[in-house]
T-cell receptor, first 113, second 117 residues
């Protein structure tokens, strides 16, 4: 399967714990995006990488959130001191840059108890 | 402030008939519009897009129409098939910086389409 992959698919954690998610984009795609989706809403943009450079961050991305893409390939999204309001589906997408369409992974569902 | 709106949470259509999904937007800076389809437990799947300088784009059974003056777009699916039953998201693209392809998507809240056999 050469699509976008995300791990883990599900994560249950207690409030105050740190969590980290991983995204592996389609191999030839140099653009990588993170989105968050809550129940009844569409995905909301969080941040964007072109290769290893983080070029845009949403104001939704509080100081507790950090994303990296160290070698321009896979990316990680870390949430520190999780809160119940962080419960959501976290989606990763990639694109080649030659088109505007973004290709999404299956997402990581986070539940904060 | 919701910049992309899908006012119909759900739509039911008979198999073989036309499905029309609607979307409105407020930001004139959007340069592309996209439709995604989502099944439960999967990420959104790209269907079709249209540039803001076009008024129609067609791909097989899917056609997207853009009315820029009304800030309205629609997705037509003809003929509708049972496998089309899913949640459909309208998304608008805004360029990040100056390079083509660096795009931030703003999504609507989705319309659940059910095709009745």
């Amino acid at each position: 399967d050469t699509g976008v992959s995300q791990n883990p698919r599900h994560k249950i954690t207690k409030r105050g714990q740190n969590v980290t998610f991983r995204c592996d984009p389609i191999s030839e795609h140099n653009r990588l995006y993170w989105y968050r989706q809550t129940l009844g809403q569409g995905p909301e943009f969080l941040t964007y990488f072109q290769n290893e450079a983080q070029l845009e961050k949403s104001r939704l991305l509080s100081d507790r959130f950090s994303a990296e893409r160290p070698k321009g390939s896979f990316s990680t999204l870390e949430i520190q001191r999780t809160e119940q309001g962080d419960s959501a589906m976290y989606l990763c997408a990639s694109s080649p840059g030659s088109s505007v369409s973004q290709f999404f992974g299956p997402g990581t569902r986070l539940t904060v108890l | 402030d919701q910049q992309v709106k899908q006012n119909s949470p759900s739509l039911s259509v008979q198999e073989g008939r036309i499905s029309i999904l609607n979307c409105d937007y407020t930001n004139s800076m959007f340069d592309y519009f996209l439709w995604y389809k989502k099944y439960p437990a999967e990420g959104p799947t790209f269907l079709i897009s249209i540039s803001s300088i076009k008024d129609k784009n067609e791909d097989g059974r899917f056609t997207v129409f853009l009315n820029k003056s009304a800030k309205h777009l629609s997705l037509h699916i003809v003929p509708s098939q049972p496998g089309d039953s899913a949640v459909y998201f309208c998304a608008a693209s805004e360029r990040i910086g100056t390079n083509f392809g660096n795009e931030k998507l703003t999504f609507g809240t989705g319309t659940r389409l059910t095709i009745i056999p």
